[in-house]
Antibody, heavy 114, light 108 residues
Framework: EVQLVESGGGLVQPGGSLRLSCAAS????????MSWVRQAPGRGLEWVSV???????YYADSVKGRFTTSRDNSKNTLYLQMNSLRAEDTAVYYC????????WGQGTLVTVSS | SSELTQDPAVSVALGQTVRITCQGD??????ASWYQQKPGQAPLLVIY???NRPSGIPDRFSGSSSGNTASLTITGAQAEDEADYYC???????????FGGGTKLTVL
């Protein structure tokens, strides 16, 4: 059974950093297209980033240069390193597997506030 | 980057048919995928590709596309179909992904 479990969310001050993790089971992260998608409170879904099985990464313009997606094959885990956080980054962050995104985690809430 | 446009809200009488649309330039090149999201839950993929349903999705859900418009049709809407529906697709460049703004479906 495929399972995705996000962690690492919390309250952070503007300008701060946070690293989200997405622990996967039931499949191999490095063999899959893996995405991060976020949802601000009361708002719609916003695509954030993707890492291809080959390792290429792409980012939404809103986070490019501030966020970095990576993976640890030994831990079968996906990461999202978020730097220079802004209030508008406040959202529930989901990791998802596949293209299209067929499996989703339950999300982790990131709140950027002073 | 590309944009996908959805109507903010749509309503349907119980048992009737409803179509939710998604418009965007990239849809002339790429298929849309459709996601259902209920309050407090993660999105659920309901339609992808030309008209494909993941395992477990009822066959009352179907998809279609014409030009730069993709549609999700629910034939015989049920109370449990009340949810937010989002489309997504690749952007015009092919590497990025874009979501529509979402459509809130109310089943009357």
């Amino acid at each position: 059974e495929v399972q995705l479990v996000e962690s690492g969310g919390g309250l952070v001050q503007p300008g701060g950093s946070l690293r989200l993790s997405c622990a996967a089971s039931g499949f191999t992260v490095s063999s899959n297209y893996m995405s991060w998608v976020r949802q601000a409170p009361g708002r719609g879904l916003e695509w954030v980033s993707v890492i291809y099985s080959g390792g290429s990464t792409y980012y939404a313009d809103s986070v490019k240069g501030r966020f970095t997606t990576s993976r640890d094959n030994s831990k079968n885990t996906l990461y999202l390193q978020m730097n220079s956080l802004r209030a508008e980054d406040t959202a529930v962050y989901y990791c998802a597997r596949g293209r299209p995104e067929v499996d989703w985690g339950q999300g982790t809430l990131v709140t950027v506030s002073s | 980057s590309s944009e996908l446009t959805q109507d903010p809200a749509v309503s349907v009488a119980l048992g009737q048919t409803v179509r939710i649309t998604c418009q965007g330039d990239s849809l002339s090149s790429y298929y849309a995928s459709w996601y259902q999201q209920k309050p407090g839950q993660a999105p659920l993929l309901v339609i992808y590709g030309k008209n494909n349903r993941p395992s477990g999705i009822p066959d009352r859900f179907s998809g279609s596309s014409s030009g730069n418009t993709a549609s999700l049709t629910i034939t015989g809407a049920q109370a449990e179909d009340e949810a937010d529906y989002y489309c997504n697709s690749r952007d015009s460049g092919g590497d990025l992904v874009v979501f529509g703004g979402g459509t809130k479906l109310t089943v009357l």
